[in-house]
């Protein structure tokens, strides 16, 4: 086997392992992502949309259609909310009343449940400023339940800072995915490794077959 040989083998070799790589990749990562909403991020609203909402690239995942895990927020820079606490979810989106005070500044304060059984927070932050008449809602000092429920709990600093780190902690399906990623980059460095010192032994050996 002559050495251009050996050198396509090795290169085809990584790239099988590049593509089993990819492939492996994927799913490990495929969260939900937010890929647009009302309001925007930044926007600013001069009167009030139908219902406030958040689609996403996947279906999310309403378990018993009760919304456990998900939460749609509407606060003002005082620290007051607007929503009722109900939330939507429909496929790939999620969505609740409009219901906004005063003119200022706002933020959506959002939490989803992928379909893989991730969640997803986020704010995005709106300006409301209406150019007419328009309903105004008072705001409460505690998020609200949905249809006089008791609204979430606020966190203590303690409770926070932990409910912080294991949002932030990597699921252990991930950390399986990536422990398999690294393998199959050591077995593709490994198998070019063995092809190109095999290529250079066969190089050095003279072309009658008899060893220098």
């Not at 690239?57 to 606060?75: P, V």
């Not at 932050?125 to 949905?146: D, M």
Request: glycine share 12%.
């Amino acid at each position: 086997m002559n050495s251009l040989i050996r050198r396509r083998i090795a290169a085809g070799t990584l790239a099988v392992s590049i593509t089993a790589l990819l492939a492996i990749a994927n799913p490990a990562f495929a969260h939900d992502q937010v890929v647009s909403s009302t309001p925007a991020t930044n926007q600013t609203l001069t009167e009030l949309p139908a219902q406030f909402e958040i689609d996403t690239n996947e279906k999310l995942l309403d378990i018993g259609g009760t919304g456990r895990g998900f939460a749609f927020e509407i606060q003002d820079a005082a620290g007051r909310y607007y929503e009722t606490g109900c939330v939507s979810i429909v496929d790939d989106t999620m969505s609740t009343a409009a219901r906004l005070g005063a003119p200022g500044a706002y933020t959506v304060i959002y939490q989803l449940v992928s379909e893989d059984g991730d969640s997803v927070s986020g704010r995005i932050p709106f300006t409301w400023a209406p150019s007419g008449v328009a309903p105004v809602t008072r705001g409460v000092t505690a998020p609200p339940g949905c249809h006089g429920a008791a609204g979430p709990a606020k966190p203590t600093t303690g409770e926070a800072g932990s409910e912080a780190g294991r949002n932030s902690a990597v699921p252990l399906a991930d950390i399986l995915w990536i422990g398999g990623i690294i393998l199959v980059v050591a077995l593709a460095g490994v198998i070019a490794l063995v092809v190109l010192t095999h290529r250079r032994r066969g190089d050095d050996e003279p072309s009658d077959g008899r060893r220098a």
